[in-house]
């Protein structure tokens, strides 16, 4: 690969196991149960986190997008975000389900979305029917997280790893309103690198189903693009702009020390610990896509 030119590395992803089907199957049998839908989304992906089939399954439903790790997010492109999908007519709430925060804000918002079929209900006399929500998301994205963050319980499974819901969970959160919580599901093909990279840095997709190195060596480019300070602050050396992403990577290991025999840089173990500070927020708060861009990559899959 020349030195100096932002080549982003092919990446050969095998990610749509059976049971996503068998799941999706399952949202779209149970959607008319439920008086709306919350989409959970990574704050730092929000355009490669949204399952694009969620459209066709929620089509009707009244929408809340929720912003979730946003903590790991730069804010002012969260901002953004939120912006435009307010724009589009979304509501939306930004959260960190870890510690708790903006979850809260959670039912008064679903009523402020669901405010014409409470209405109906009440005058029908249902007023007092529990509302009913479906919350959907892409695996490994914080649903669950979130789900118990609302319930002050562990009502619902989570971890850190894709794929820990596999059938759907009746959960009451008080307030009068029950969610429906469902297994994460992805879609069967790619439009994009960028968006498979992409899935692939915030761990929605599991860490044996691509090359790691040539990941870690993409977000080399991406990160010397976006934010070279954090490479700085971090690696302590800075990313130049003649190299490609193996050799930012190998930089990096040579001034942690991970070396192999010979004194070759171990790109092996670097590129573990690089996507590893990323997904735990070493790096800094940084988000990979903003509402005005198309992804953050040129090449496609």
Same mark, same amino acid.
């Given at each position: 690969?020349?030195?100096?030119?932002?080549?982003?590395?092919?990446?050969?992803?095998?990610?749509?196991?059976?049971?996503?089907?068998?799941?999706?199957?399952?949202?779209?049998?149970?959607?008319?149960?439920?008086?709306?839908?919350?989409?959970?989304?990574?704050?730092?992906?929000?355009?490669?986190?949204?399952?694009?089939?969620?459209?066709?399954?929620?089509?009707?439903?009244?929408?809340?997008?929720?912003?979730?790790?946003?903590?790991?997010?730069?804010?002012?492109?969260?901002?953004?975000?939120?912006?435009?999908?307010?724009?589009?007519?979304?509501? @939306?709430?930004?959260?960190?389900?870890?510690?708790?925060?903006?979850?809260?804000?959670?039912?008064?918002?679903?009523?402020?979305?669901?405010?014409?079929?409470?209405?109906?209900?009440?005058?029908?006399?249902?007023?007092?029917?529990?509302?009913?929500?479906?919350?959907? %998301?892409?695996?490994?994205?914080?649903? @669950?997280?979130?789900?118990?963050?609302?319930?002050?319980?562990?009502?619902?499974?989570?971890?850190?790893?894709?794929?820990?819901?596999?059938?759907?969970?009746?959960?009451?959160? %008080?307030?009068?309103? $029950?969610?429906?919580?469902?297994?994460?599901?992805?879609?069967?093909?790619?439009?994009?690198?960028?968006?498979?990279?992409?899935?692939?840095?915030?761990?929605?997709?599991?860490? $044996?189903?691509?090359?790691?190195?040539?990941?870690?060596?993409?977000?080399?480019?991406?990160?010397? @693009?976006?934010?070279?300070?954090?490479?700085?602050?971090?690696?302590?050396?800075?990313? @130049?702009?003649?190299?490609?992403?193996?050799?930012?990577?190998?930089?990096?290991?040579?001034?942690?020390?991970?070396?192999?025999?010979?004194?070759?840089?171990?790109?092996?173990?670097?590129?573990?610990?690089?996507?590893?500070?990323?997904?735990?927020?070493?790096?800094?708060?940084?988000?990979?896509?903003?509402?005005?861009?198309?992804?953050?990559?040129?090449?496609?899959?």
């Amino acid at each position: 690969m020349p030195s100096g030119e932002a080549q982003y590395e092919a990446l050969a992803i095998q990610w749509y196991p059976g049971h996503m089907a068998k799941a999706q199957r399952m949202i779209g049998e149970n959607m008319r149960a439920v008086d709306a839908v919350c989409e959970i989304l990574d704050a730092r992906i929000p355009r490669a986190s949204r399952n694009p089939d969620i459209d066709t399954l929620a089509a009707g439903k009244p929408r809340l997008v929720v912003l979730n790790r946003a903590d790991l997010a730069d804010p002012a492109v969260t901002a953004r975000w939120r912006a435009w999908l307010r724009v589009r007519g979304l509501t @939306s709430l930004e959260t960190d389900a870890r510690s708790g925060k903006g979850v809260r804000r959670f039912p008064e918002a679903l009523r402020a979305v669901l405010r014409e079929k409470i209405a109906a209900l009440s005058e029908k006399g249902q007023g007092s029917r529990p509302l009913r929500v479906m919350v959907l %998301g892409i695996p490994n994205v914080g649903k @669950s997280t979130f789900i118990n963050a609302l319930a002050g319980r562990k009502a619902a499974a989570a971890g850190d790893k894709p794929g820990v819901t596999r059938g759907k969970q009746w959960i009451s959160i %008080g307030q009068g309103i $029950e969610l429906l919580d469902t297994p994460g599901i992805l879609w069967p093909k790619f439009e994009s690198r960028a968006v498979g990279e992409a899935l692939a840095l915030t761990n929605a997709i599991r860490a $044996e189903t691509f090359d790691r190195e040539a990941l870690a060596a993409n977000f080399m480019l991406r990160l010397r @693009s976006l934010n070279p300070a954090a490479l700085e602050a971090r690696y302590k050396f800075t990313p @130049s702009p003649e190299k490609n992403g193996y050799e930012l990577l190998e930089d990096a290991a040579r001034r942690r020390g991970f070396l192999i025999s010979g004194g070759e840089p171990d790109t092996e173990r670097m590129a573990r610990v690089l996507l590893n500070e990323y997904h735990e927020g070493r790096l800094g708060r940084i988000s990979l896509e903003a509402p005005e861009e198309d992804g953050f990559g040129q090449v496609d899959l």
